[in-house]
């Protein structure tokens, strides 16, 4: 069973979380649970990954286990990504003007467009309309 598509991600999960290079640098801290250290304890919690698939962190500050992974889609998974832009708020980006800070802009992806939500005076104003809109959009996606 060692060259299964679960098998693969079971072994690319592993790989990601030991790396200690810059491109994998976001999953420093995280751990994989001791049980998943066996294949076999892996295929019997999550079972065969669906086609089109790939593991997937419900809550993506935290490792993976049983309770926190699920086979999601790539664009569920972007959208649960614990990247920022800089401004400390998922989907708020500076724009500047001569170098200077002068507002901040609000967008999000839909069905793999960037929407324009709009500029703000504050980056918290700018989430706050994120929020609304992804919650709208999204309400199964948990934000953090």
Request: with cysteine; proline share 2%; glycine share 6%.
């Amino acid at each position: 069973m060692s060259r299964t598509p679960t098998y693969e991600s079971w072994a690319a999960m592993r790989a990601r979380v030991k790396r200690k290079d810059k491109k994998h640098q976001c999953y420093s801290g995280l751990e994989v649970c001791k049980r998943w250290d066996y294949f076999k304890n892996f295929l019997e919690d999550m079972g065969e990954r669906p086609v089109g698939k790939t593991i997937d962190r419900i809550d993506s500050t935290k490792g993976y286990f049983k309770e926190n992974c699920r086979w999601s889609t790539l664009s569920v998974q972007a959208k649960n990504a614990r990247t920022t832009s800089g401004s400390g708020y998922r989907g708020v980006y500076e724009i500047k003007k001569d170098g200077l800070l002068k507002r901040w802009r609000a967008s999000i992806s839909v069905d793999g467009r960037d929407v324009y939500l709009g500029t703000f005076y504050s980056k918290e104003e700018a989430y706050e309309k994120y929020k609304k809109i992804h919650l709208e959009k999204f309400p199964d996606i948990k934000l953090y």
